[in-house]
């Protein structure tokens, strides 16, 4: 099992990015799918996750309206997309999934700043 990030980066208050998570070795529509992230000196956090049949929920307040999970299971590939981007949203995002034991990306770099 594979899972590849890319996406990340700079971008400045306001601004949007769509991270994306490539998974292998499994097959991706059966398993839900989930993005966290991890600030500097704090704890990895749960931000969304989409079900095998593409039900989608983000499980933080400070998200909800801006952030959006999505999947395409022909490409197996799963989406966050930020949007109204704030500085507090800087932190690494990792995608995750669990079959028989827990997956992780390498994670991708957000940073916002101006």
């Known amino acids: 099992v594979q899972l590849v990030e890319s996406g990340g980066g700079l971008v400045q208050p306001g601004g949007s990015l769509r991270l994306s998570c490539v998974a292998s070795?499994?097959?991706?529509?059966?398993?839900?799918m989930s993005w966290y992230r991890q600030a500097p000196g704090k704890n990895r956090e749960l931000v969304a996750r989409?079900?095998?049949?593409?039900?989608?929920?983000i499980f933080a307040d400070t998200m909800k309206g801006r952030f959006t999970i999505s999947r395409d299971n022909a490409k197996n590939t799963v989406y966050l997309q930020m949007k109204s981007l704030k500085p507090e949203d800087t932190a690494v995002y990792f995608c995750?999934?669990?079959?028989?034991?827990?997956?992780w990306g390498q994670g991708t770099q957000v940073t916002v700043s101006s």
């Open positions: 995750y999934t669990t079959w028989f034991r827990d997956y």
């Open positions: 070795g499994f097959t991706f529509s059966r398993l839900d």
């Open positions: 989409i079900s095998s049949a593409g039900l989608g929920t």
